[in-house]
């Protein structure tokens, strides 16, 4: 707190007081002015449990998103990402992967669907 502020609380309760409830509720406020930290108590407390719930969903969405842009493919499942299919008689014969088209990866749904490009 500041030193004015140390020192105007001081002038303010050495008197005699006519109204001490006028000057409990100055001093409250005054509590209430000097301390703008509030804790993470008193923020979950104004939002609420709607506002927490909707908080941590967007939170959650733009992890989602960053894992997206960091790694946008997936291994694809037909192929097991090797890009290419051995023959079922003839097991050394190879061929590319119908699936992802011998690349081995396919893209993320979710960079289908949030990153579509026309």
Do not use: W
């Not at 000057?23 to 993470?40: D, I, L, R, Y």
């Amino acid at each position: 707190m500041k030193v004015a502020h140390h020192i105007a609380v001081l002038l303010s309760t050495a008197g005699p007081n006519p109204h001490p409830d006028q000057v409990a509720a100055s001093g409250q406020a005054a509590n209430q002015v000097a301390e703008p930290n509030s804790t993470a108590a008193d923020i979950a407390a104004s939002l609420g449990t709607t506002g927490i719930l909707l908080l941590l969903l967007m939170a959650t969405f733009f992890m989602y998103v960053v894992s997206l842009s960091l790694h946008p493919n997936a291994k694809c499942n037909r192929c097991k990402g090797a890009g290419r299919h051995h023959g079922g008689i003839f097991s050394y014969a190879q061929r590319p992967c119908s699936s992802c088209k011998g690349r081995g990866v396919h893209p993320r749904i979710g960079r289908r669907i949030l990153f579509k490009s026309s």
